[in-house]
């Protein structure tokens, strides 16, 4: 059928019926642009029909009737999930709005948005040609002032931060900064307003720190605007700085934050003395911090010249402190671990790293942190507990790190003088067959010991010092990891130093490959240990096996359950 000749004849006689005339006498006369202007005429009528019975259907969709609560509630989630980024990082246009697009279901979910303040009030300057309309959409909500140098602007708005910064002033809650020092330093006459709402500022630097010139310059105009926080700014809970910006510790305005990051990247030593403040100095300014729940000095304390510090006074107490992370050098983190009491549920996080200078003997004695990592607090009921949850990182002179994560299950519920953490003893060069290049062991009290994993270069007094390990009655579990040698096999070693472990029921072996005399001292180390207690499952992970080896095992008693992938490197499972 052509439908363009019934729609033609339709018209035609569409045309006659208006004109009130025979449609016979007239179908021959009508001109072709009557007849265009006719269609016109009906097609918008018929759009506007359309749009009513769209609305009309709408209404009665389940979505449509939903109480505009749950609405925001969803609209909230996706803005989070979905945030509007800049044009020029999307590769379809509409990818810029980001969760916007789902108000565009309807105008009953349209409208909802739109009266939703605080939708709105997250003031991104990525997107500089909405800025002035979130501003207004915000209406009198408390709004968030937003930018990151990463978003793909060549140059910073910094006089529409600004503008928008003064026009806001009474209602900025939170201010989150990303750029170069040289651009924050153009921004201090903002935080030189009274913000009464503010609650947290975050201030970033993007590169590397500059000349130390530049560093003073910069927080000596930072240093006088934040020392007057306390004033412009009474409700503030947060601060974290991770730009080269010293901040004013003998300033009141430390007295009621929650949270406080000082987070510097590893600085030169000068540069150190010069920016980061004497551990006295953050030790009097913790001591009138209440209600720090969160703390974080990472290379942010000065490296003493001697290796202490003293006029620190007692340690401090941080009574509701839920974690703690320090970084940097052994002698800059020991004295803050020393002199920083926290309570049993506190979740320590250390990184230790050496540097590449060396101000002090002890950055060269990783094992001077341990008797300090066996602080406790007394709690109300005068029972000293443990740690909940300790995360220690330690890297290498090849600068690898390894980070262990443990928390309260694995520690002892009853005093005891061992230590309750784990620690990553950084050693020299490389280990051969890509073993990694560091020692670990999970120290707990030892009647409480439930695994261990054993890794190469671990010092001998390590395996066998009962003030660390003690006794092994309720081990069930014990990890070997890139072991090579035979010559001093861990798991020989361990086991004839600790013969007696009856609730053992799983050894893991994770390595590239086990050498013959290697899976020779591993069977000894079996017969000795398991000669009248039920063997263990011994599970072979990500490793090439001698099959020779495989065989005596069998001959002890293993049913072997193999997993074999193209490389020939298996997951043996024996039981």
Request: one cysteine or more; aromatic letters at 6%.
């Amino acid at each position: 059928m052509d439908l363009s000749l019934r729609w033609s004849q339709l018209a035609r006689r569409r045309l006659c019926e208006l004109h009130d005339s025979n449609a016979f006498q007239r179908e021959n006369c009508i001109r072709d642009g009557d007849l265009r202007d006719e269609l016109d005429h009906e097609l918008a009528e018929l759009h506007v029909l359309v749009n009513l019975a769209k609305s009309v259907r709408n209404t009665m969709v389940a979505i449509s009737v939903l109480p505009p609560e749950i609405l925001s509630a969803i609209f909230e989630r996706c803005a989070e999930n979905e945030p509007m980024l800049p044009p020029r990082r999307c590769l379809i246009p509409t990818e810029s709005l980001g969760w916007v697009k789902i108000t565009h279901v309807c105008r009953y979910w349209r409208d909802t948005a739109l009266d939703h303040q605080a939708l709105w009030a997250t003031i991104s300057f990525s997107l500089p040609q909405w800025t002035q309309e979130l501003v207004v959409r915000s209406r009198s909500a408390p709004v968030i002032l937003e930018y990151s140098a990463t978003d793909g602007h060549l140059l910073p708005p910094i006089r529409q931060i600004r503008e928008v910064g003064a026009q806001c002033t009474s209602r900025i809650s939170r201010i989150h900064l990303r750029m170069s020092e040289t651009d924050l330093t153009h921004l201090v006459p903002l935080i030189l307003c009274r913000m009464p709402l503010l609650k947290s500022l975050i201030l970033e630097s993007t590169g590397g720190f500059t000349l130390l010139g530049d560093i003073q310059a910069l927080s000596s105009y930072w240093n006088l605007a934040l020392n007057q926080l306390h004033l412009n700014a009474p409700n503030l809970e947060q601060i974290a700085i991770r730009a080269p910006i010293a901040l004013p510790w003998n300033s009141p305005i430390f007295r009621n934050l929650t949270r406080l990051e000082v987070d510097y990247p590893e600085l030169e030593l000068v540069v150190n003395r010069r920016l980061c403040p004497p551990l006295p100095l953050v030790i009097q300014t913790l001591r009138e911090m209440q209600n720090i729940r969160m703390l974080s000095l990472q290379n942010a304390v000065s490296i003493p010249s001697d290796g202490t510090d003293t006029g620190c006074g007692p340690p401090v107490h941080l009574h509701h402190l839920e974690l703690l992370r320090l970084a940097g050098p052994l002698s800059s983190v020991a004295p803050c671990v020393e002199h920083i009491l926290v309570p049993f549920s506190t979740v320590l996080d250390i990184s230790i790293n050496r540097p590449s200078y060396y101000p002090s003997p002890t950055d060269h004695n990783s094992s001077l942190l341990l008797p300090l990592l066996n602080k406790r607090l007394v709690g109300e009921d005068s029972e000293l507990r443990p740690w909940r949850s300790v995360k220690m990182t330690m890297t290498s002179d090849d600068m690898h790190t390894t980070e262990t994560w443990f928390d309260q299950q694995s520690f002892a519920t009853t005093p005891d003088p061992a230590l309750s953490c784990t620690l990553t003893v950084p050693v020299s060069g490389n280990m051969p067959y890509g073993c990694i290049s560091k020692g670990l062991i999970r120290q707990y009290p030892g009647e409480n010991l439930r695994s261990i994993s054993l890794c190469q270069a671990i010092p001998d007094w390590y395996l066998d010092s009962s003030k660390y390990l003690g006794t092994m009655n309720d081990l069930e579990e014990i990890e070997v990891v890139g072991e090579a040698f035979a010559e001093d096999c861990l798991l020989q070693t361990f086991l004839a130093l600790h013969p007696s472990c009856p609730t053992l029921c799983t050894v893991t072996i994770r390595s590239n490959r086990i050498s013959l005399p290697l899976a020779e001292a591993y069977t000894r180390a079996f017969k000795a240990c398991f000669s009248s207690t039920p063997l263990p499952i011994l599970r072979i992970v990500d490793c090439t096996v001698h099959r020779s080896w495989l065989e005596s095992l069998r001959q002890m008693g293993y049913v072997e359950d193999l997993q074999w992938d193209g490389n020939e490197r298996i997951e043996h499972t024996i039981e």
